[in-house]
T-cell receptor, first 112, second 112 residues
Framework: GEDVEQSLFLSVREGDSSVINCTYT??????LYWYKQEPGAGLQLLTY?????DMKQDQRLTVLLNKKDKHLSLRIADTQTGDSAIYFC????????????FGAGTRLAVHP | DTAVSQTPKYLVTQMGNDKSIKCEQN?????MYWYKQDSKKFLKIMFS???????INETVPNRFSPKSPDKAHLNLHINSLELGDSAVYFC???????????FGEGSRLTVL
């Protein structure tokens, strides 16, 4: 089946690292994405990782993929108040035409 | 210039009415999508069109009818609106069915 799961809330102190976790079920997932949604706004692609990679780093963002366990994480270093948003994990599932399957989103709250 | 634009941004209407949401992309992409985000922020694909041809239809009630007059436009018409149709509807586009998605800012529909 096609399912993506994330924890719903995360609260961190400004300056700390945030780690948002995600699990997916479909082994045919080719790409895995992290999107950010700020209040009242659309979805912004933050980063993505190809399924044959273990890790990808992009400035303050680090994505780790454990393909065996179908587990994806997003680490945000030195979290700032501007990082407060909902973060969606998404899996690109192949088969006919590819579909992007989203998790329910993790609401990240950054406090002073 | 907005890459993916949707109108209207907000729509409030009564149960039983018929309404449309329009989407246009100026990226030259071949593939367009409609996603629905419910009150719990869960995002689910509804439809996808590639070169004006419907390629994904995810068990959406037939009260929802997408129309793609050309590759740059994908409109969503909803008949006999129900309370459960209240959501934010996101349009997106990609270069092809396997490409990165670019999202519009969403259209918030409220059915009273």
């Amino acid at each position: 089946g096609e399912d993506v799961e994330q924890s719903l809330f995360l609260s961190v102190r400004e300056g700390d690292s945030s780690v948002i976790n995600c699990t997916y079920t479909d082994s045919s997932s080719t790409y895995l994405y992290w999107y950010k949604q700020e209040p009242g706004a659309g979805l912004q692609l933050l980063t993505y990782i190809f399924s044959n990679m273990d890790m990808k780093q992009d400035q303050r963002l680090t994505v780790l993929l454990n393909k065996k366990d179908k587990h994806l994480s997003l680490r945000i270093a030195d979290t700032q108040t501007g990082d407060s948003a909902i973060y969606f994990c998404a899996s690109l599932v192949s088969g006919g035409y590819n579909k992007l399957i989203f998790g329910a989103g993790t609401r990240l709250a950054v406090h002073p | 210039d907005t890459a993916v634009s949707q109108t209207p941004k907000y729509l409030v209407t009564q149960m039983g009415n018929d309404k449309s949401i329009k989407c246009e992309q100026n990226l030259g992409h071949d593939t367009m999508y409609w996603y629905k985000q419910d009150s719990k922020k869960f995002l689910k694909i509804m439809f996808s069109y590639n070169n004006k041809e419907l390629i994904i239809n995810e068990t959406v009630p037939n009260r929802f009818s997408p129309k793609s007059p050309d590759k740059a436009h994908l409109n969503l018409h909803i008949n006999s609106l129900e309370l459960g149709d209240s959501a934010v509807y996101f349009c997106a586009s990609s270069q092809d069915p396997n490409g990165e998605l670019f999202f519009g800012e969403g259209s918030r529909l409220t059915v009273l």
